[in-house]
């Protein structure tokens, strides 16, 4: 149990376009999800905080208007980078917590690589 | 806000060794403490964590000791084996409720390698 999934696992965009990336929580239902960054050989930087129809909570530094995020249902969540730049070449990884299931640990997707040429 | 602070950034021991990395927290209110492996490109493995009403916690070859007074919470690695190799992160949270998402603080990382 407790599996989450990410589409797609890669994607190399144009500069200027946008990309959206989807994470599933595919055998719970996940009442808060969570956005993170991953440059190369860096840690994990947490983008933002979204819970089941309202709006996501994003941490210092993180623009909201670029980095969209939809979590519109228990079991779905979406980050979409609008007008990517190279800079926005990234490791996104997303993960779920389930509601009464725990209130501590989170579950992690497989990862998306961005890169924006 | 939290801040977790993570050493060593890379640690080389031999096959049969132990390992110990040490992680620092700031938030007193942080009682839940995680430990991931992650190797490249791949999602962070939970490994073991520990939550603070508890000192230490084992499983097999892995065990994690807190001290909540001293704010730090380390991972232990007895009998390392080549496949022990790859990046640890430790994390920090508050847990889901009064007020908290439960969002995870992770160090910096440590680069184990476990040379044959």
């Known amino acids: 149990g407790a599996v989450v999934s990410q589409h797609p696992s890669w994607v190399i965009c144009k500069s200027g376009t946008s990309v959206k990336i989807e994470c599933r929580s595919l055998?719970?239902?996940?009442?808060?999800m969570f956005w993170y960054r991953q440059f190369p050989k860096q840690s994990l930087m947490l983008m933002a905080t979204?819970?089941?129809?309202?709006?996501?909570?994003?941490e210092q530094g993180v623009e909201k208007d670029k980095f969209l995020i939809n979590h519109a249902s228990l079991t779905l969540s979406t980050l979409t980078v609008t007008s990517a730049h190279p800079e926005d070449s990234s490791f996104y990884i997303c993960?779920?917590?389930?509601?009464?299931?725990?209130?501590?640990?989170?579950?992690f997707g497989p990862g998306t690589r961005l890169t924006v040429t | 806000g939290e801040n977790v602070e993570q050493h060593p950034s890379t640690l080389s021991v031999q096959e049969g060794d132990s390992a110990v990395i040490k992680c620092t927290y700031s938030d007193s209110a942080s009682n839940y403490f995680p430990w991931y492996k992650q190797e490249l490109g791949k999602r962070p493995q939970l490994i073991i964590d520990i939550r603070s009403n508890v000192g230490e916690k084992k499983d097999q070859r892995i065990a994690v000791t807190l001290n909540k007074t001293a704010k730090h919470f380390s991972l232990h690695i007895t009998e390392t084996q080549p496949e022990d190799s790859a990046v640890y992160f430790c994390?920090?949270?508050?847990?889901f409720g009064g007020g908290s998402q439960g969002n995870l603080i992770f160090g910096k990382g440590t680069k184990l390698s476990v040379k044959p």
């Open positions: 994390a920090a949270s508050r847990g």
């Open positions: 993960s779920a917590r389930g509601g009464e299931r725990d209130l501590y640990e989170q579950y």
């Open positions: 979204s819970n089941e129809g309202s709006k996501a909570t994003y």
């Open positions: 055998d719970f239902q996940a009442t808060t």
